[in-house]
T-cell receptor, first 113, second 112 residues
Framework: EAQVTQNPRYLITVTGKKLTVTCSQN?????MSWYRQDPGLGLRQIYY???????DKGDVPEGYKVSRKEKRNFPLILESPSPNQTSLYFC????????????FGPGTRLTVL | SQQGEEDPQALSIQEGENATMNCSYK?????LQWYRQNSGRGLVHLIL?????REKHSGRLRVTLDTSKKSSSLLITASRAADTASYFC????????????FGTGTRLQVTL
């Protein structure tokens, strides 16, 4: 089944404790991205990747890192999480251009205390 | 500011009625997409309409695009309780650095 998976689905952590949210897709998509969703603000792009070893900042990259060592995986790293990073995070992938149909993962609800 | 903005923010209808949601945007686009999100879950792609298209259908969904008014509408006919969700439009502006930009969504409640 074609899908985007994320782990963990739920995470409660404390300020400053490094964490990684994994994202994997099985559709051989070139383009992957991370979004955060906050009430009243819609989805905002954090980082995106056009292909392996090619990443770039989205609209709200501060406090986040990403890597794309393999085509299928695109982890999101929070080196020192803060409470303002409490949010619902989505990974998405698309076949080629970032303007193609996006396939979203199920989301990761992160709470930073 | 958001490229695409949905209207209304919330809509409550009874099962069997039609639901219409609108999306307005600011700049020229390559395409416009509609997504559905069930509470707290990932977005699911519904339909993509290109800038040279005026109307598109998919099952009970009808999407129109008016590039002169920079607006789109999503019509769900004969709505069902299972249609209860938030609906987002996403616009792909023209230009080499274009990327999808999502609106804040319309929350649709379909009651029995």
């Amino acid at each position: 089944e074609a899908q985007v998976t994320q782990n963990p689905r739920y995470l409660i952590t404390v300020t400053g404790k490094k964490l990684t949210v994994t994202c994997s897709q099985n559709m051989n998509h070139e383009y992957m991205s991370w979004y955060r969703q906050d009430p009243g603000l819609g989805l905002r792009q954090i980082y995106y990747s056009m292909n392996v070893e090619v990443t770039d900042k989205g609209d709200v990259p501060e406090g986040y890192k990403v890597s794309r060592k393999e085509k299928r995986n695109f982890p999101l790293i929070l080196e020192s999480p803060s409470p303002n990073q409490t949010s619902l995070y989505f990974c998405a992938s698309s076949k080629g251009l970032d303007t193609d149909t996006q396939y979203f993962g199920p989301g990761t609800r992160l709470t930073v205390l | 500011s958001q490229q695409g903005e949905e209207d209304p923010q919330a809509l409550s209808i009874q099962e069997g009625e039609n639901a219409t949601m609108n999306c307005s945007y600011k700049t020229s686009i390559n395409n416009l997409q509609w997504y559905r999100q069930n509470s707290g879950r990932g977005l699911v792609h519904l339909i993509l309409i290109r800038s040279n298209e005026r109307e598109k259908h998919s099952g009970r969904l009808r999407v129109t695009l008016d590039t002169s008014k920079k607006s789109s509408s999503l019509l769900i006919t004969a709505s069902r309780a299972a249609d209860t969700a938030s609906y987002f439009c996403a616009t792909a502006p023209t230009g080499t650095a274009s990327k999808l930009t999502f609106g804040t969504g319309t929350r649709l409640q379909v009651t029995l």
